[in-house]
C-alpha cells in the first residue's frame, strides 16, 4: 500500500487502545500509518501477542500489565503522547470497526470548524448493528447531547480527534466505556466545540472479533457519568474530587 500521507497531518498522532487483539491489530497500524506520522497501541493487558505484533507493524507500545479498561488506556495513552507536541491525537479501535482511511476527514472537520473534538459518526444500520448497541446509542445520543449543550449524531464512537487542549484541561477519573463521555460532558460544559463526520462502521459477528463493550455493566456506567454530570454543571467537577 502506498504512503497516504498528507503533510499536514503530521500535525496529529494516533492512539489505539488494544485487549487481545493479535487477529487484527497488525492491520490497522499499518493502515493508520499511512495517514499519521505515529502511531501508539496501548495494550491494556492482552494475553496474546497484541503488544508485539503492533510493536512490528510499526507502532510505539505501551503496556499494561493488568487490564483497567478502555477509558484507562486512553488516560494511559494521552498522557504518553501529551508529552510531544502533537497538536492533537486521533483515537480509533483495534478491532478494524474503524477504517482508517476516514482519518482524513476528522482532520478536515477540525481545520475547517476549529472543533477541539470531532467524532466519527458511525451510520447505524440498524439491522447489522446489535440490537443493544442500537437502542443504548439512540438513548444515549439524546441524553448526551443534552449533556453537552449540542447536537450529537453518535455519543459513544471512539473514533474521535481531540485537540491537545481538551486533554490538557479536562480532568479525568473513569476507566472503561464511560470516559470517552466523560469528555464529550466535561468538553461541553466548558463550552468546547465538538462536531462530528459521518463515518462506515463494521460490526462482526464472530464472536472473537465482537467488541469488548459490555451491554448492561458498561451503559450502566454511561449513566452514571451522564447523572454526575447534572453535579457538574455547578462547577464542583473543576475541583479536586474523585467523581
Known amino acids: ?8 497531518f503530521s500535525r496529529f498522532c494516533g492512539l489505539i487502545p488494544a485487549y487481545n487483539l493479535s487477529r487484527t ?6 493502515q493508520t500509518l499511512q495517514y499519521l506520522p505515529e502511531v501508539l497501541v496501548v495494550d491494556d493487558g492482552s494475553s496474546d501477542e497484541t503488544g508485539s505484533l503492533a510493536r512490528k507493524s510499526g507502532a510505539h507500545v505501551l503496556r499494561i500489565t493488568t487490564n483497567q479498561g478502555k477509558g484507562w488506556a486512553l488516560r ?9 507536541p502533537w497538536e492533537g491525537i486521533i483515537t480509533l479501535d483495534g478491532d478494524l470497526q474503524h477504517d482508517p482511511v476516514e482519518i482524513p476527514k476528522l482532520i478536515e472537520m477540525h481545520d475547517k470548524t476549529k472543533a477541539q473534538i470531532v467524532i466519527g459518526s458511525r451510520v447505524l444500520k ?22 453537552v449543550g449540542q447536537p450529537l449524531t453518535d455519543s459513544q464512537s471512539g ?32 463550552e468546547m466545540k465538538i462536531k462530528w463526520v459521518p463515518i ?32 457538574w454543571r455547578k462547577g464542583w467537577y473543576l475541583r479536586d474530587f474523585e467523581i
Not at 494511559?76 to 510531544?84: H, I, P, W
Not at 490538557?168 to 477519573?173: D, F, G, K, Q, V
Not at 463494521?202 to 453535579?231: G, N, Q, W
Request: with cysteine; aromatic share 14%.
Open 25 to 30: 491489530i497488525s492491520e490497522v497500524v499499518r
Open 126 to 147: 440498524r439491522e447489522k448493528m446489535p440490537w443493544i448497541r442500537y437502542w443504548t446509542n439512540r438513548v444515549g445520543v439524546y441524553c448526551i447531547s443534552w449533556g
Open 76 to 84: 494511559s495513552g494521552f498522557k504518553r503522547l501529551l508529552q510531544d
Open 159 to 190: 473514533f474521535r480527534l481531540y485537540g491537545r487542549e481538551v486533554l490538557e484541561s479536562i480532568p479525568l477519573w473513569t476507566t472503561r466505556y464511560d470516559t470517552e463521555t466523560e469528555i464529550l460532558l466535561k468538553a461541553g460544559l466548558r
Open 200 to 231: 462506515e462502521t463494521i460490526y462482526h459477528e464472530d464472536e472473537k472479533d465482537s467488541s469488548a463493550f459490555r451491554p448492561f455493566p458498561d451503559t450502566f456506567l454511561i449513566c452514571m457519568v451522564f447523572l454526575k454530570s447534572l453535579f
Open 1 to 8: 500500500m502506498s504512503d497516504q500521507r498528507d503533510p499536514t
